[in-house]
């Protein structure tokens, strides 16, 4: 896609989020990998007033921090800035805030494979990092490292991550852990899940190399 239309798809997935029930207020932030640079929300801008124009642009490979704009990058831009060089594979980050996510890190579990959409985030469960300020490096590094082999985790007392080949993906797969999120709370309240095997979550897996979310013909 053109830069032009990616700044405008991240305006609209930003202002999704909140209309979809997974963020509130300006907490969440995306980015999305265009060529070798990253294109990020903003921060602290009301997403019903953000502007195409007002995405930063933050070179993958350049000088580390460095970005362009009228207005300065998400203060979380270091864990999609190094989950973009760390994994060539994601074309979208997706952060939130959303309430079953949240109220699971705070208890700071993971989610298991309680359902078995759990195989759309690429293993048996849905890691949950350990905690660190905002914004920071050591925020980063936790979640690169709940981040090995999935596309999604947990931040302890914070929120959350989902990845994508796309913006589409990325956006599906937030949605998704939302609601296994949802899910695997109330059962918490009725007893706890019957956990599916790792054979059952692989089994799946296979069936998803040929499903998935719908890609329109200008996804990111």
């Known amino acids: 896609m053109a830069e032009k239309n990616l700044r405008h798809a991240i305006v609209t997935a ?21 060529g070798t640079d990253m294109l990020i929300s903003p921060s602290a801008v009301a ?17 580390y921090g460095a970005w362009s704009g009228p207005l300065q990058p998400s203060s979380e831009w270091r864990f999609h800035l190094d989950i973009m060089k760390a994994r060539p594979e994601v074309h979208a980050v997706v952060h939130s805030h959303p309430t079953f996510c949240t109220t699971i890190a705070i208890t700071r579990r993971e989610i298991p494979a309680c ?12 890691r949950c990092a350990p905690y660190a300020t905002f914004g920071t490096k050591a925020l980063s590094e ?12 947990l931040l302890a007392n914070h929120g959350m991550i989902a990845l994508g080949e796309s913006l589409t993906k990325a956006m599906w797969r937030a949605v998704e852990l939302e609601t296994i999120a949802r899910q695997y709370y109330h059962s918490l309240l009725i007893g706890g899940p019957v956990l599916l095997s790792d054979e059952e979550i692989a089994e799946t897996a296979r069936k998803f190399e040929n499903y ?9």
């Open 115 to 126: 359902h078995y959409m759990i195989a759309a985030f690429g293993g048996t469960n849905v």
């Open 14 to 34: 930003c202002r999704q989020m909140n209309a979809l029930g997974i963020n509130q207020g300006t907490s969440g932030n995306i980015s999305v990998r265009h």
């Open 47 to 63: 997403y019903d007033t953000m502007r195409p124009e007002d995405i930063a642009v933050m070179p993958i490979a350049g000088e």
């Open 142 to 153: 936790h979640a690169l490292q709940a981040l090995e082999g999935r596309f999604a985790c």
């Open 212 to 220: 998935g979310v719908q890609e329109p013909a200008s996804a990111a």
